[in-house]
């Protein structure tokens, strides 16, 4: 039965495929003590478990297409170009020099440390790159390094052929990898308590200074985004008996009054919206909506009796998701925004590049943002015209045309190439991709128009398929050659360059943040683990400095380095 069963995958690579993907996913989950493999890694060790197996009990091999592996590469390479595009550029324009820094000390160390010690313990070509994948927590630096095997770029010597260095590759991932995950995490939760720093005075302290959080919600455009929940907010009826309402217009109490909206005003019987903002009369009847305890501690001794009128109460309200473009609302922190365009609105998450962050007063928003807000539909539209959004409160985008417009753009620039000092260097086919990602991404955040940021849902489907399927094909060639690639000591050495590059770099950005530039250690930290492209390390932080705070930091060195650690994995393929 199980002779059946290899021979049966060996002869059909579409069930080797989604084989691996339905046995790595879960496998990828199962955590212990708060730490897993991922779904990435979990489906690439299913991959070379069942390619080993295949070859070393029944000498058969997997021929999965090598298209398969290019195509989903690209998607996923575009998917990643459009999850950091907003924040690659504008982050680096506004304010963010500190985490620049912190970025290109991470990234830059990690590079020489693998290059040069892969030198000095003289290992094979394929491992430096294998193991700057596996240390960065990066599985795209594998598809890169392939892209170099494939167009040339690297020439392989004598000795050894291209298949045993695809091996090499995947055999450092895989060990720097499996120890990088867990023990970055540890390093990031614990930095502050080693410095003698306590993470929960220090999330405090950064709290106080941005303003109070409030609890995550669902990602944009995923199941239950547009979900109403329960807001700390009603509408209450009141009849106008104060002179000093006559001749106010809702806008102008908002100014005053930015807690309590006047969303509708009934005179003579008849139904005004404040989206006409008309002059409050003596005996209007209006429709307040605002805190529950400002209601009811304000209500009659600012305005006057209370009403049942449900004609100025029932006022339908909506979520919707709106997405920044460019505005000259960028920039702004969230409680100036909320001053200048949070007329009957309600904020209730604020995500950048897929992650949520603390909604605090003194965030600053900037553009390929999407904020959460819920209220009537014409407050909703108000905010998003002076936002140069469009409001979403439902996932309806389809992303065909500019997938495949990046594609084709990205596939033509990668296959240029150019020759210096007799080696050809190209971007590669999968770092192009990812450039036009990156560039689609800020138009469409600059042009909502255009589609606004791709739908979180959709970019993470291609981000999760796109990688998984390029790592199970990857095996089907690694797969049968690994055990080569651990003959010796290479393991301890791979292990060893693999941990040191895993934990030196985000420990040099700590000293400099940290006894350079006095950052509070929860951002700190937070901005170390972006630059590691730990996510994982981030929720650490957050954690143990019990603040989602950490979260303000990561953005920006996280899409830095991105890039970065994709051309640097490339490097080290061409000049190893």
Known sequence: MIAFIFHYIANNPFVFLFLAISLGYPLGKVSIKG???????????????????????????????????????????????????????????????????????????????????????????????????????????????????????????????????????????????????????????????????????????????????????????????SSLGVLPLDIRAYRVEHQELVNQSPDSLYHRYPQATVLRIMRDNKIITAADNPKLQLGDIIGVRGQYHMLIEGGESHIGTEVDEPRVRNVDIEVADLHLGKSDYIGYNIEQLSQKIGFGLYLKALFRQGHPLPILPQTQIEMGDVIRVAGSDWCVKQAAKKLNSTPIVESTITETFYLALSLLIGYICGHLSVNISGIPFALGTSAGCMLTGIIFSFFRTRNPAFGGPMSEGARSFLQDIGLSLFVAVLATSVGPKILDSFQGTVVIKIAFLGLIAALLPPLLAWLYGLYFRKMNPAILAGACAGARNSTPAMKGAQDICQSDIPAIGYPVPYALTSMIVLILGYLSMVLY
Do not use: C
């Open 35 to 225: 730490i897993n493999l991922g779904a990435t890694a979990g489906t690439l060790l299913v991959s070379v478990l069942i390619a080993l197996g295949a070859f070393s009990f029944y000498g058969l091999t997997i021929d999965a297409p090598g298209l398969i592996s290019d195509i989903f590469l690209m998607m996923f390479m575009y998917a990643i170009g459009m999850k950091v595009g907003p924040q690659f550029f504008s982050g680096l324009a506004r304010g963010g020099m500190d985490f620049v820094v912190i970025g290109l000390i991470v990234v830059f160390s990690n590079f020489l440390i693998v290059f040069f010690g892969a030198k000095l313990f003289n290992l094979a070509p394929g491992y430096a790159a294998g193991i700057i994948s596996g240390s960065y927590t990066v599985t795209a630096v594998m598809g890169v390094a392939q892209s170099a095997i494939t167009s040339g770029a690297f020439k392989a010597p004598n000795d050894i052929t291209l298949d045993q260095v695809s091996a090499n590759i995947a055999a450092g991932y895989a060990i720097s990898y499996i120890l990088s995950s867990v023990f970055i995490i540890l390093l990031i939760k614990y930095l502050p308590s080693l410095f003698g720093r306590d993470p929960v005075k220090a999330g405090r302290e950064a709290e106080s200074n941005f303003g109070a959080g409030k609890d995550n919600e669902a990602l944009p455009s995923t199941a239950g985004f």
